[in-house]
C-alpha cells in the first residue's frame, strides 16, 4: 500500500476510445500530479494541481485532459489517442512543492491498438 | 538550467557486491532538494531519501548509503552487499526552489542483482 492507489493498473484502448485514469490519495497532501513514464525516455511531467487548481500544464496534447474534482482525487480523461500515448501513467502528491517527497502511485499500463 | 545525469544507464552485479549509483546535478538555484527514488518491476516510485543544499553530511540507512558533495555536484548512491530484491530502476531527481512544482529526474540506472 503506498498511500496514492491507481486504477485501472492496465489499459488497452483503441484510437477512438474514451477512457479515464483515476489517482487517489488519502494522505492529506494538498499538490498532485500526473507522470508519464515511456521507455528509454525521461520521466515527463505532465500537469500539476495544486490545493485543487492546475498550476503546470507542460504543453501536453489536448487529447489529456486532467481534472481534480477535490485534493484527494485526480483523474486524466483519455479520448482520440495514439499509439505513440502508449506509456507507464503515474499519480503523485506531496504535501508541499519542491521540498518534500513525493508519494507515487504504482501506475496505470496504458496501450493504445 | 536544471539538469540530472544518471549516466550508468544499466550495472549488473553479483549478489553481495557493493554497487555505487551515479548522479549529477545542475542547477543555479543556491537552495534546492535531491532525492534518490526506486522503481520496482511493479510499477510505483518509491521514495529513499530528500537531501537538502546546506546539508551535505553523508547519510547511511541500513545498507543503503548517500554520498553528497556539492563540489562536485554529485550525490551518488551505494548498496552494500547487495540482494536480489535491490533489482529495480533508480532515479536520482533534482527540486529547486525556483518557483515551480517541478522534479527534474534523471534517466534512471537499471540496476541487476544476480543471484
Known amino acids: 500500500e503506498t498511500g496514492v492507489t491507481q486504477t485501472p493498473r492496465h489499459l488497452v484502448m483503441g484510437m477512438t476510445n474514451k477512457k479515464s485514469l483515476k489517482c487517489e490519495q488519502h494522505?492529506?497532501?494538498?499538490?498532485m500530479y500526473w507522470y508519464k513514464q515511456s521507455a528509454k525516455k525521461p520521466l515527463e511531467l505532465m500537469f500539476v494541481?495544486?490545493?485543487?487548481?492546475?498550476?503546470e500544464n507542460n504543453s501536453v496534447p489536448s487529447r489529456f485532459s486532467p481534472e481534480c474534482p477535490n485534493s484527494s482525487h485526480l483523474f486524466l480523461h483519455l479520448h482520440t489517442l495514439q499509439p505513440e500515448d502508449s506509456a507507464l501513467y503515474l499519480c503523485?502528491?506531496?504535501?508541499?512543492?519542491?521540498?518534500?517527497?513525493?508519494?507515487f502511485g504504482s501506475g496505470t499500463r496504458l496501450t493504445v491498438v | 538550467a536544471q539538469k540530472v545525469t544518471q549516466a550508468q544507464t544499466e550495472i549488473s552485479v553479483v549478489e553481495k557486491e557493493d554497487v555505487t549509483l551515479d548522479c549529477v546535478y545542475e542547477t543555479r538555484d543556491t537552495t534546492y532538494y535531491l532525492f534518490w527514488y526506486k522503481q520496482p518491476p511493479s510499477g510505483e516510485l518509491v521514495f529513499l531519501i530528500r537531501r537538502n543544499s546546506f546539508d551535505e553530511q553523508n547519510e547511511i540507512s541500513g545498507r543503503y548509503s548517500w554520498n553528497f558533495q556539492k563540489s562536485t555536484s554529485s550525490f551518488n548512491f551505494t548498496i552494500t552487499a547487495s540482494q536480489v530484491v535491490d533489482s529495480a530502476v533508480y532515479f536520482c531527481?533534482?527540486?529547486?526552489?525556483?518557483?515551480?512544482?517541478?522534479?527534474?529526474f534523471g534517466t534512471g540506472t537499471r540496476l541487476k542483482v544476480l543471484a
Open positions: 494522505l492529506g497532501h494538498n499538490a
Open positions: 531527481a533534482l527540486s529547486a526552489t525556483s518557483g515551480t512544482y517541478k522534479y527534474i
Open positions: 503523485a502528491s506531496s504535501q508541499e512543492r519542491n521540498g518534500y517527497g513525493y508519494t
Open positions: 494541481y495544486s490545493l485543487e487548481e492546475r498550476v
